[in-house]
């Protein structure tokens, strides 16, 4: 059984899924290519980089691991449509909702602000979770850390003080990469998971068809004249 015999709705999800990923990484190729100083030499990626690309490489490597999180939580939403797997507190965040009272006694919806390192933990959980898929996010190595390291320049940028916070070091735009290549990883990991389980449910689910249409065949057999 291949990806082609799945539900037509969870491989369209998948497609469309798949698509934006790469769409992103495209932003983010594009972005680098404007403002490399190459000079034929081989040289580490970040070196190569100018001043603005560096700050640019970091925002629009945040601008993707915020998309996808969000995308990954819409995806889950839809799937626990059907499954109804996920807790109402887990679809409420998901949906990035929060409630409030107002003055007037009315319940009011909001807009939650999740932060952002747990968010992207809750975005591969609560996806797995929809398919009833068992995930443990990698948060114990060196990418992880980079990544928390990268969220601290990331919003040095956007809530810049000073001209020298506008900087972002080799080494900075280096631990950008690793975060990166991690954020990759887990959610190759999680698709391929998501894609395991569907197909031998479907396999399971074929199986015990022809197991009850090879017990009604024999029940027919047995049945007197």
Known sequence: MRLKDMNPEITQALANFQAL???????????????????????PFASELSDIGRRSYTKSVFSLFEALSYAMKAWALEANSRAKRLTRAEQVLAAEDTYV????????????????LNNIKFAFHVLAKAYGVDFNLAV????????????????RLT??????????????AAAVTHALLWF?????????????????KREQAALELE??????????????E
Do not use: F, M, Y
């Not at 114990?140 to 601290?152: C, E, V």
């Open 159 to 172: 809530h810049p003080q000073r001209p020298s916070d506008l900087q972002v070091s080799e080494a900075e």
């Open 101 to 116: 009272l107002t003055e007037k006694g009315h319940a009011e919806r909001r807009q939650a602000h999740l932060p952002a």
């Open 21 to 43: 990923d790469r769409e992103l990484v495209a932003e983010i190729i594009a972005i680098t290519e404007l403002h490399r100083n190459t000079d034929g030499g081989s040289r």
């Open 211 to 224: 197991g009850r249409r090879s017990e009604k065949a024999d029940l027919e057999l047995l049945a007197p």
């Open 184 to 200: 990759q990883q887990q959610l190759s990991r999680l698709l391929h998971s998501l894609v395991e389980a569907l197909l031998q």
């Open 140 to 155: 114990s190595n060196d990418g992880w850390n980079s990544l928390k390291t990268s969220r601290a320049v990331r919003d």
